[in-house]
Nanobody
Framework: QVQLVESGGGLVQAGGSLRLSCAASGRTFSMAAMGWFRQAPEKEREYVAAITWSGGSGGTTYYAGSVKGRFTISRDNAKNTVYLQMNSLKPEDTAVYYC?????????????????WGQGTQVTVSS
């Protein structure tokens, strides 16, 4: 129904920046919110950020405390693409980053709320 493909990951030094993209195809009109999650080796999947369209044309954004002030989530609806701008990267940000879509707009920090997932893109931050 919906396909999500992440891109933009790579290797960056601490303090650097990366912008991740998530291109959506299929029945994208069914999604009410998008989120970013990450998973480091031997760790649980962690919520990063989410965005909806309620609250303005740019959507309403939410962030995990660990990334607030450093990461920015945004969406270009015309391009069916969601972005995650990551600044001031730290080694602890190293993980595989996944984008996800949901038809819901509540409790967006919970991975179980999402129906569609991308394949992930690796982000590595060197110290």
């Amino acid at each position: 129904q919906v396909q999500l493909v992440e891109s933009g990951g790579g290797l960056v030094q601490a303090g650097g920046s990366l912008r991740l993209s998530c291109a959506a195809s299929g029945r994208t009109f069914s999604m009410a919110a998008m989120g970013w999650f990450r998973q480091a080796p031997e760790k649980e999947r962690e919520y990063v950020a989410a965005i909806t369209w309620s609250g303005g044309s740019g959507g309403t954004t939410y962030y995990a405390g660990s990334v607030k002030g450093r990461f920015t989530i945004s969406r270009d609806n015309a391009k069916n693409t969601v972005y995650l701008q990551m600044n001031s990267l730290k080694p602890e940000d190293t993980a595989v980053y996944y984008c996800a879509g949901t038809r819901l707009v509540w409790d967006l920090s919970q991975a179980s709320r999402y129906d569609y997932w991308g394949q992930g893109t690796q982000v590595t931050v060197s110290s």
